[in-house]
């Protein structure tokens, strides 16, 4: 899973992006090689004030199919339901084949399609703010297990999606989880805070490694996975080589890097994982719980105020951060703590580069660029710290 960048790999193409139909993939038609070179310099140079000793040569991913989550707009009628994107007017622009979501993806698409018809689910029109059904959003496990979710505006549609989810299950026998999400605001955002779970089940088990997380409806995982599982093993050897007695999990999410570093005896260290998605806690606390790992625990709650309010720092902080990073307040408490390590995973660079010359007594030790986002600017670096002596 772990892989350098092949010499010569050629441009994927995309007839919605040479169309101008859907440009999200900024870097479509490049090639590969050439984008993870690009994204190995800028890592370097915006750390480079920081003198980081050791780079490890980037971790490719797969150049297309990658996607382990699609979040479809749907647009069109309830007789020709388009799956995708807005155009600027509003107009449902179908994106059903393409090509960085995954092959179980593009599979389920039609099936999708044709059962919107069939539950006369009409897709919800932003201009005249009339129709139910906004979005679409589909992950798949490693297993090629998947979660539906239905993003309706009320919960008019919910008994007629009920009635005929057995014919939708028939057609796509590797659904587990179905669920209809309540977003009755007109506002730009994904989904609500409401969730009917439709299935027996209520979660999707994602397999890394030698790792299941439990996946909860609303719970944030990587969208890459082979990319994640390559993380979370390198996450993992760096710190055996630290061998922490104790680490806390900041932004823990389902706990991708507490329960890859957490062992099932005394030898492991004790884990404390801390995120502020109450669902992301319950995905992390069944993985806990299966895994019988009596030295970790997750908890609700936010990074900077746990930190804050802690009696003592642990040997390792994991930071693993939104886009804007941890910030003045936590950099500057782990900059006066006594943690010895931080393992920082960060997915924008710039941000990364802010926190780190405001803990200057936490020097690199290495780092490494891992391509979560093939064919967009975007990518994941992760770093090693210890404090100076």
């Given at each position: 899973m772990r892989h350098r960048v092949p010499p010569t790999l050629e441009s994927v193409?995309?007839?919605?992006?040479d169309a101008g139909r859907c440009t999200s993939c900024s870097l479509m038609g490049q090639p590969y090689s050439r984008q993870v070179a690009d994204k190995q310099r800028h890592a370097?140079?915006?750390?480079?004030?920081?003198?980081?000793?050791?780079?490890?040569?980037?971790?490719?991913?797969?150049?297309s199919g990658y996607r382990n989550k699609a979040k479809m707009v749907v647009g069109g009628t309830v007789d020709a339901p388009t799956i995708g994107i807005l155009d600027a007017d509003g107009h449902g622009i179908d994106l059903q084949a393409c090509g960085i979501c995954s092959p179980g993806h593009r599979a389920a698409f039609p099936v999708l399609a044709r059962f919107i018809t069939l539950a006369r689910t009409a897709p919800y029109d932003v201009t005249r703010r009339t129709g139910e059904l906004k979005h679409l959003i589909v992950t798949e496990s490693p297993d090629g297990e998947l979660m539906i979710r239905f993003v309706l505006r009320s919960t008019e549609?919910?008994?007629?999606?009920?009635?005929?989810?057995?014919?939708?299950?028939?057609?796509?026998?590797?659904?587990?989880?179905?669920?209809?999400?309540?977003?009755?605001?007109?506002?730009?955002?994904?989904?609500?805070?409401?969730?009917?779970?439709?299935?027996?089940?209520?979660t999707l088990p994602m397999r890394l490694n030698d790792v299941t997380m439990h996946l909860r409806p609303q719970s944030f995982f990587q969208t890459n996975t082979e990319i994640a599982a390559a993380l979370y093993a390198e996450a993992r050897d760096w710190i055996r080589d630290i061998a922490p007695d104790s680490a806390w999990d900041l932004y823990s999410g389902v706990g991708g890097f507490a329960l890859h570093i957490a062992a099932g005896d005394d030898a492991g260290p004790e884990v404390t994982g801390i995120e502020t998605s109450v669902e992301a806690v319950a995905s992390a606390e069944l993985s806990r719980s299966d895994a019988a790992?009596?030295?970790?625990?997750?908890?609700?709650?936010?990074?900077?105020?746990?930190?804050?309010?802690?009696?003592?720092?642990?040997?390792?902080?994991?930071?693993?951060p939104p886009r804007r990073g941890i910030g003045g307040e936590l950099s500057a408490w782990l900059e006066a703590s006594t943690a010895s390590h931080v393992l920082y995973?960060?997915?924008?660079?710039?941000?990364?580069?802010?926190?780190?010359?405001?803990?200057?007594?936490?020097r690199p030790v290495r780092a490494r660029v891992f391509d979560m986002f093939p064919q967009t600017t975007h990518f994941e670096v992760m770093v090693l710290l210890e404090r100076g002596r």
């Open positions: 193409d995309c007839s919605y992006f370097e140079e915006l750390l480079g004030p920081f003198d980081v000793p050791e780079w490890l040569p980037p971790i490719a991913s797969a150049e549609p919910v008994g007629r999606i009920r009635k005929h989810l057995p014919a939708l299950l028939a057609e796509l026998p590797q659904t587990r989880v179905v669920t209809a999400n309540v977003l009755p605001e007109h506002k730009a955002v994904l989904e609500g805070e409401h969730e009917i779970v439709l299935t027996d089940a209520d790992l009596s030295r970790l625990r997750f908890a609700a709650g936010d990074a900077t105020t746990f930190a804050i309010e802690a009696d003592a720092a642990p040997d390792l902080v994991i930071v693993n995973s960060s997915c924008n660079v710039a941000s990364l580069a802010k926190d780190l010359a405001a803990m200057p007594s936490l």
